[in-house]
């Protein structure tokens, strides 16, 4: 007998208007951002209460944070970044920081990194949601950070269709890696090892050392289109991919073997692009994108003779 993989689809939950791009862990539940303007709370147990925490007129937003203090951090399509706080929206602020659209936000502790479109890496204060320095990287678009498993240095995909390594401490380049081309849209780190994993256009999972080894893994033609988000479940035992090819993937992160694909027909999964997801816990993946939902996944197993 062998042990055969589910990701069994059990909920659903609608109600915004336009392509979702980002989801965020919340304290007793989640957030989704999306491009109506709107960032929603969902309780985890309900899945029909869906509160709308924020809204910004005429706003699109491609990626979403949380802060320490209950704030939120989210980045919009005309390069603004809006920090705001539902339960005293008096301190809610648009920053005009980048020239072209937002796609990335990460925050550090006390520090908050924004990635733009105009290939410029920002970092703020979380507290005083003020720049502190910004660093040009590319003439190409930034479209993904990831922090390093000790916390000193931050990979930055971008639409070169290279990896950059920036360290946090000085904003200073420390390399940068030929990747995905023509652009890489999602980077990880192996949890707990200093291996990149990326993905992009080109529908490929690609492998690097931050040494920059050439003792990786093989590229796996993972999809049949763009890979728009990836995410290690917190046991670092998978890896889950989200592709403009509809489907969901779930990788064995030892083997990289494929063990699962989530799709419309036979798992009832989206009928258009998947632009993000998020592990809430190591049994349970959200998933959402261009079809306006959010689906909830329940991972298993099951023994076959």
Same mark, same amino acid.
């Given at each position: 007998?062998?042990?055969?993989?589910?990701?069994?689809?059990?909920?659903?939950?609608?109600?915004?208007?336009?392509?979702?791009?980002?989801?965020?862990?919340?304290?007793?539940?989640? /957030?989704?951002?999306?491009?109506?303007?709107?960032?929603?709370?969902?309780?985890?147990?309900?899945?029909?209460?869906?509160?709308?925490?924020?809204?910004?007129?005429?706003?699109?937003?491609?990626?979403?944070?949380?802060?320490?203090?209950?704030?939120?951090?989210?980045?919009?399509?005309?390069?603004? #970044?809006?920090?705001?706080?539902?339960?005293?929206?008096?301190?809610?602020?648009?920053?005009?920081?980048?020239?072209?659209? #937002?796609?990335?936000?990460?925050?550090?502790?006390?520090?908050?990194?924004?990635?733009?479109?105009?290939?410029?890496?920002?970092?703020?204060?979380?507290?005083?949601?003020?720049?502190?320095?910004?660093?040009?990287?590319?003439?190409?678009?930034?479209?993904?950070?990831?922090?390093?498993?000790?916390?000193?240095?931050?990979?930055?995909?971008?639409?070169?269709?290279?990896?950059?390594?920036?360290?946090?401490?000085?904003?200073?380049?420390?390399?940068?890696?030929?990747?995905?081309?023509?652009?890489?849209?999602?980077?990880?780190?192996?949890?707990?090892?200093?291996?990149?994993?990326?993905?992009?256009?080109?529908?490929?999972?690609?492998?690097?050392?931050?040494?920059?080894?050439?003792?990786?893994?093989?590229?796996?033609?993972?999809?049949?289109?763009?890979?728009?988000?990836?995410?290690?479940?917190?046991?670092?035992? /998978?890896?889950?991919?989200?592709?403009?090819?509809?489907?969901?993937?779930?990788?064995?992160?030892?083997?990289?073997?494929?063990?699962?694909?989530?799709?419309?027909?036979?798992?009832?999964?989206?009928?258009?692009?998947?632009?993000?997801?998020?592990?809430?816990?190591?049994?349970?993946?959200?998933?959402?994108?261009?079809?306006?939902?959010?689906?909830?996944?329940?991972?298993?197993?099951?023994?076959?003779?």
């Amino acid at each position: 007998m062998f042990v055969n993989l589910m990701l069994e689809r059990v909920s659903e939950r609608s109600g915004h208007r336009a392509a979702i791009y980002d989801l965020k862990p919340a304290e007793d539940g989640f /957030y989704s951002a999306a491009a109506d303007g709107f960032i929603v709370h969902w309780h985890r147990d309900d899945v029909d209460f869906g509160r709308v925490v924020a809204k910004v007129n005429g706003g699109k937003f491609f990626c979403l944070e949380t802060l320490e203090d209950g704030g939120l951090v989210a980045g919009a399509v005309d390069g603004g #970044v809006h920090w705001l706080y539902p339960e005293n929206e008096e301190r809610n602020k648009h920053v005009a920081a980048h020239t072209k659209g #937002v796609y990335s936000v990460l925050r550090v502790g006390a520090e908050v990194f924004t990635a733009g479109g105009d290939g410029v890496l920002i970092r703020w204060n979380a507290k005083t949601g003020r720049t502190v320095e910004s660093l040009p990287l590319s003439g190409n678009s930034l479209r993904s950070l990831a922090l390093h498993p000790d916390g000193t240095s931050i990979a930055v995909g971008a639409s070169d269709g290279r990896v950059y390594l920036v360290n946090r401490e000085d904003m200073s380049l420390v390399g940068s890696h030929a990747a995905n081309e023509p652009s890489v849209f999602c980077v990880a780190f192996l949890p707990g090892f200093p291996r990149v994993v990326s993905g992009g256009r080109d529908a490929h999972l690609r492998f690097f050392d931050v040494a920059f080894s050439k003792n990786t893994p093989a590229p796996i033609s993972a999809h049949l289109s763009t890979i728009n988000k990836m995410a290690f479940d917190p046991t670092g035992r /998978y890896l889950a991919t989200a592709s403009r090819d509809k489907t969901i993937k779930l990788w064995d992160a030892k083997s990289w073997k494929l063990l699962k694909v989530c799709e419309v027909v036979r798992d009832r999964g989206h009928v258009n692009s998947v632009n993000t997801l998020l592990w809430l816990d190591e049994n349970t993946l959200l998933t959402a994108g261009d079809d306006r939902r959010v689906l909830e996944w329940k991972l298993g197993s099951r023994g076959i003779k």
